[in-house]
């Protein structure tokens, strides 16, 4: 069974509207950390926003937000106001204690198209 | 600046041809690994090192070697590159390897085995 889980493969968007990114993880580790990074066509990994298992309030960085549900194991990135720039693949991440060691797991991404 | 430097950003060997990719990072940073990206398959991780002279297998560590033998570099070789080892190639390091520690990511290695 997949850790990391992101349904949408492709998502489009109209400029300056909002969009959610979908990300469900599986763990039994109760300290975890999930991420979001954002991998634009010339290939770099950007990191975005990160949500840690204890935090009681819902991570937010400029016009990223992550919709934390702990319940159901979801991890959402909420994109506000989309722009152009925003094109690009996300991959949501998660890192959990594995034997000795924290292991971290990557989604296979959601790509997204920020159109005029 | 702070950052993870990754060296050469596009490769083009032949099967069997030893190479190494080089990463380094000016953050102190304690846990460096190294990740494939191929299409479809997100990132996978191959080997990872919490500190200096400790290294230990990830998901995909078959084919590739690592050494850690200062804080700040972390070199990935493949000793016999082989046409499925072609793949974008990332390198990584965080302050710590625990769960709430935030990885930053160099900017990718092209490779294309022939």
């Known amino acids: 069974a997949q850790k990391i889980t992101q349904t949408q493969p492709g998502m489009f968007v109209q400029e300056k509207e909002a969009v959610t990114l979908d990300c469900t993880y599986d763990?039994?580790?109760?300290?975890?950390?999930l991420f979001w990074y954002k991998q634009p066509s010339s290939g770099e990994m950007i990191f975005l926003i990160y949500?840690?298992?204890?935090?009681?309030q819902n991570a937010t960085e400029g016009r990223y937000s992550l919709n934390f549900q702990k319940a159901r194991k979801s991890a959402n990135l909420v994109i506000s106001a989309s722009q152009l720039g925003d094109s690009a693949m996300y991959f949501c991440?998660?890192?959990?204690?594995?034997?000795?060691?924290?292991?971290?797991?990557f989604g296979r991404g959601t790509s997204l198209i920020v159109h005029p | 600046e702070a950052q993870v430097t990754q060296n050469p950003r596009y490769l083009i060997t032949v099967t069997g041809k030893k190479l190494t990719v080089t990463c380094s990072q000016n953050?102190?940073?304690?846990?460096m690994s190294w990740y494939r990206q191929d299409p479809g398959l997100g990132l996978r991780q191959i080997y990872y090192?919490?500190?200096?002279?400790?290294?230990d297998k990830g998901d995909v560590p078959e084919g590739y070697k690592v050494s850690r033998k200062e804080k700040r570099n972390f070199p990935l070789i493949l000793e016999s590159p082989s046409p499925n080892q072609t793949s974008l190639y990332f390198c990584?390091?965080?302050?710590?390897?625990?769960?709430?520690?935030?990885?930053?990511f160099g900017p990718g290695t092209r490779l294309l085995v022939l």
């Open positions: 090192s919490m500190n200096v002279e400790v290294t």
């Open positions: 991440a998660m890192r959990e204690r594995t034997g000795g060691s924290y292991i971290p797991t």
């Open positions: 990584a390091s965080s302050f710590g390897g625990r769960g709430q520690e935030t990885q930053y």
């Open positions: 949500q840690g298992s204890y935090d009681q």
């Open positions: 763990t039994s580790d109760p300290s975890y950390g």
């Open positions: 953050m102190n940073h304690e846990y």
